[in-house]
């Protein structure tokens, strides 16, 4: 069975940093791409970031582009997500989910993890 387990939200002051870790099991690593997505109270959940783990492509929305970085390590089944100079609109529970392509549907998703950026 596929299974996405994010962790590593919480709470933060604006201009802090946190890692968000989707630890991934039950398929083959290699072949998916890892996104991670976001949805704060009364939002739509938006796309925040994706890699690909087969070639290492990655997408940032407009967002967070030049303060978030998503990295992976394939032997780990794992990717994160380092969030840095995080603002107050950043607060949202996070999730991360697997699809065959960045630019694919996303059919497994994990239970979601709490960011909260105080001002």
């Known amino acids: 069975e596929v299974q996405l387990v994010e962790s590593g939200g919480g709470l933060v002051q604006a201009g802090g940093s946190l890692r968000l870790s989707c630890a991934a099991s039950?398929?083959?690593?290699?072949?998916?791409?890892i996104g991670w997505f976001r949805q704060a109270p009364g939002k739509e959940r938006d796309g925040v970031s994706c890699i690909s783990s087969s070639d290492g492509s990655t997408y940032y929305a407009d967002s967070v582009k030049g303060r978030f970085t998503i990295s992976s390590d394939n032997a780990k089944n794992t990717v994160y997500l380092q969030m840095n100079s995080l603002k107050p609109e950043d607060t949202a529970v996070y999730y991360c989910a697997a699809g065959d392509t960045c630019g694919s549907d996303f059919g497994s998703w994990g239970q979601g993890t709490q960011v909260t950026v105080s001002s």
């Open positions: 039950g398929f083959t690593f290699d072949d998916y791409a």
